[in-house]
């Protein structure tokens, strides 16, 4: 593995790379660019360079780095008192756009290679997309090394004299390397691999019914997720007191549609707050070590009885949601077995995204201790908020909705539309014996499934139960990639 990575062709994945990393460079400017931002009155704006390491550090939570922020300031004794803050918020739009342009990337890689009469096996795939993971990776940590910001606030006029104040920024930029690879991974195999896959496809009955699945539950998911989105962007901009609010909330529209969607779904939104403290010997001597009592909420679908009826019609957001699963499952004629995999493989999709949508801050302010002056003596106190789902309701409440939309709805529709049952049509394509079905014409079957003839080529019609067929006369014997694998139903 590691020779097929150094001796084999870079120039792919450094091209690739280029469209990514231009979104992280772009939403770092967008948010840099401006310069009248609110700060304390007659103190200096910090520079540019200063907003544009802050704004990459920030563009780097996209990928997993947590947003690091500092404050010190100077006192007496030439002590100093501070806070250190972390803040664990995935801008979900900025990874969108981010994955976006990776998968358009590689697909444009895809087609010019296929151009080139070229496939690749699944061990030319692979060493394809751990490049492709090795240089994003690589540039990650580049961003995450050059981004950052340290800043001292001066006061304006003839004479600027600092105030003793200094704030730094800075990001968990290892965390997002790691991410960086694993997404990049992911993403240049499932492209890479789409000839490999198409063939193991053609091949195995499970392979098509699992494929198959996580494309039909991936659109679904993209478009009930984007209504929810432009639902909670809507919300924000309507009920905003300030400006600033909605431009933000631009950079988080995924999370506020996943937030609203698992609300109205039924699982559990989760709100905390509490502070603790840790002291040295000396100062626990004299109770320096506490913790107050945290603050904690827990709201559901089913506690806005008390509520404004405004936030009852998230109701729909999980009702569209099922809706559009089971429209997908029903315009492809999944049988039972599919429509169990897409289920799973849609409820463990929104779960996953669910999980990562939510934010975490934790401050940590060292503070002195009644009756001691050296460092040595002082208490760190710690506050932790957060807000996110359950993990536990939503993983409930996400299968509950992923049965119901792929496994109830696809009947009621075929009974509402008059077709009654409705025929087993091949996932990828034409049924496995015979021609697709007019609307409400009988299922007709073909032939009956041979014996493996010897000799017969491996590209052989594969049926629902995994037994080649003999090639008709004069049917091609090569290995072919079955080129209606991935196409849309009528």
């Known amino acids: ?13 450094l091209l690739v790379a280029a469209a990514p990393t231009a979104v992280l460079l772009l939403a770092a400017l967008i948010v840099a660019v401006p310069s009248d931002y609110r700060y304390a009155y007659l103190v200096r704006a910090p520079g540019f360079g200063e907003r544009f390491g802050a704004a990459l550090s920030m563009a780097l939570s996209a990928l997993g780095a947590p947003f690091k922020l500092g404050y010190t300031s100077a006192l007496r004794r030439g002590d100093a008192q501070g806070m250190d803050a972390l803040l664990r918020a995935v801008p979900l739009t900025v990874t969108v756009l981010w994955a976006l342009a990776l998968w358009l990337g590689l697909r444009t890689a895809a087609r010019r290679r296929r151009a080139a009469g070229l496939q690749l096996t699944r061990a030319q795939a692979a060493g394809e997309a751990l490049r492709t993971a090795v240089v994003l990776a690589a540039v990650t940590a580049l961003l995450g090394l050059a981004g950052g910001a340290s800043w001292e606030p001066q006061r304006t006029g003839l004479v600027g004299r600092a105030l003793g104040v200094t704030y730094t920024v800075d990001s968990g930029w290892p965390e997002a390397v790691g991410w960086t690879a694993l997404l990049a991974a992911l993403t240049a195999f499932a492209v890479h691999g789409t000839d490999a896959l198409r063939w193991a496809a053609w091949r195995s009955r499970a392979v098509r019914g699992w494929a198959v699945a996580a494309l039909t539950a991936g659109r679904a998911l993209a478009l009930s997720l984007g209504l929810a989105s432009v639902t909670g962007f809507v919300l924000v901009a309507v009920n905003s007191d300030e400006g600033w609010q909605t431009p933000v909330s631009a950079a988080f529209l995924p999370n506020l549609g ?26 626990v001597a004299i109770g320096g070590a506490w913790q107050d009592t945290p ?17 009852r019609w998230t109701g729909l957001l999980a009702l569209a949601t099922a809706g559009v699963l089971g429209w997908s499952a029903y315009r492809r004629r999944l049988d039972a077995a599919d429509r169990l995999r897409l289920a799973a493989v849609h409820a463990v999709a929104l779960t996953a995204l669910m999980a990562v949508g939510g934010a975490l801050m934790t401050t940590s302010t060292p503070s002195a201790v009644a009756g001691w002056d050296t460092f040595a003596n002082r208490t760190a106190l710690s506050r932790d908020t957060s807000i996110d789902l359950g993990f536990a309701s939503v993983l409930v409440a996400d299968l509950v909705w992923a049965a119901i939309g792929a496994l109830l709805v696809p009947p009621l529709l075929a009974a509402v539309r008059g077709r009654g049952a409705v025929a087993r049509e091949d996932a990828y394509g034409a049924p496995p ?38 090639p008709p006369p004069g049917a091609p014997t090569e290995e072919p990639v079955d080129p209606s694998v991935w196409r849309k139903q009528p």
């Open 295 to 311: 603050d904690s909420m827990e709201l559901s679908f089913f506690d806005l009885h008390g509520q404004t009826a405004d936030w």
């Open 1 to 13: 593995m590691l020779s097929r990575l150094l001796g084999a062709d870079w120039r792919p994945a």
């Open 433 to 470: 014996y015979g021609a697709v079905p007019s609307p409400g014409a009988p299922y007709e079957a073909g032939p009956e499934p041979q014996p493996y003839a010897s000799g017969a080529g491996v590209g052989d019609v594969v049926g629902s139960d995994d037994v080649p067929l003999v």
């Open 258 to 283: 996943l937030g609203l969607l698992g609300l109205g779904s039924g699982a559990t939104l989760q709100a905390f707050s509490g502070a603790s403290g840790g002291a040295s010997d000396a100062a």
